[in-house]
């Protein structure tokens, strides 16, 4: 059973930096792809990056390129996002979510966390 469970969410002011955690656990992740994504009140969800757990590969959502990082911790099984530069439109539920090697999409989610940004 996968497990993902988020944390580091908040409420920060406009510039301001976040950094959002997602502990990762029930099985091997190896060759999986990890990434998080976004829901605003009355939005739909929306991609905001995405990681390779093997070899790093990184993709970004036009609307986080430049201010966003995803990162990962292989020993720890912990996915990171930082957040710099944040901005009220930024404000959302932030989900972390898991796609196996041979899936099409994203399979498994975290119960996901708050981030507000106040301007």
């Known amino acids: 059973q996968v497990q993902l469970v988020e944390s580091g969410g908040g409420l920060v002011q406009a510039g301001g930096s976040l950094r959002l955690s997602c502990a990762a656990s029930?099985?091997?992740?190896?060759?999986?792809?990890m990434g998080w994504f976004r829901q605003a009140p009355g939005k739909e969800r929306e991609f905001v990056a995405s990681i390779r757990w093997i070899g790093g590969v990184t993709s970004y959502a036009d609307s986080g390129k430049g201010r966003f990082t995803i990162a990962r911790d292989n020993a720890k099984n912990t996915v990171y996002l930082q957040m710099n530069s944040l901005k009220p439109e930024d404000t959302a539920v932030y989900y972390c979510?898991?796609?196996?090697?041979?899936?099409?999409?994203?399979?498994?989610w975290g119960q996901g966390t708050q981030v507000t940004v106040s301007s």
């Open positions: 979510t898991a796609k196996p090697p041979t899936a099409i999409t994203f399979m498994y």
């Open positions: 029930g099985r091997t992740f190896s060759n999986y792809a």
